[in-house]
């Protein structure tokens, strides 16, 4: 059977099948077949992956190390082991995908410093012109060098596939009319590069919590234990994410509201 995420309808069938390999995995461990046994981690990582991708990019972009220093397999590799050495950790198989994130997590604040967000940015949103932003996107596109970031670099093409979209900001039903109006303007590629771009301006702790909710579809609470805060504190970073890109795609598109 094919278990690679392209042949899930969707990520929560994914999820549940990374949930049922638990058990699997357990069993691998205890007969000391770490060969089958990482043969099967290898089928349920591509979302972790995502997320490793997801994570360096922005790290790279924003000039914390070269893209010659750190390459996801490494963080991959390192999660390997740490599953393999640590998966008795995992109290049931309902546990399972949310520790892998938390695991990642681990590793990755081990060699990625987050940045302070660019405060100048959001003070200035509802300022900046056209041309402005068209400057910002397509710097945005670029790394520090002014050479094209190249994806395949960081092994996964999948990560410029990132699932953002209207309805991941307008959520209530009075802002229904005002997200059609800007699909219809601007369609749904220029929509994506946007919040991407927008998402790069924010806090570490409210980008990281934005791409969990919508991308991996993981629940408040689960964010909130991954990233070791409140779910008051997500629900307050994801509500002033979806408030940051209403009002830049307002002002940089010329809706009215």
Known sequence: MKTSISYYQNKNEFRLFVTKSFSSLVKLKEEDNQVSFNELVLE???????????????????????????????????????????????????DFYLWLFKKTNELLEDVIVEEEFNELFFKNIDDYSKPEWNEMQEKFSTDGGGDLLMIEELDDLSYNHNDYSLDHVFVEDNEKVLADKLDKKIGEDKINEHIDLVLHKMPSGMRIAFYLFTNQKLRVDEIAEIQKKTIPEIEKLLSDAKKVIQRSLFNRYSVDK
């Open 44 to 94: 349920i990582l591509p979302e972790i992956r995502k997320y490793v991708n997801q994570r360096f990019i922005s790290a790279i972009k924003k000039g914390h190390f070269s893209k010659m220093k750190y390459k996801s397999d490494d963080i991959i590799d390192q999660l390997f082991i740490t599953i393999y050495d640590n998966i008795e950790e995992v109290k049931s198989e309902n």
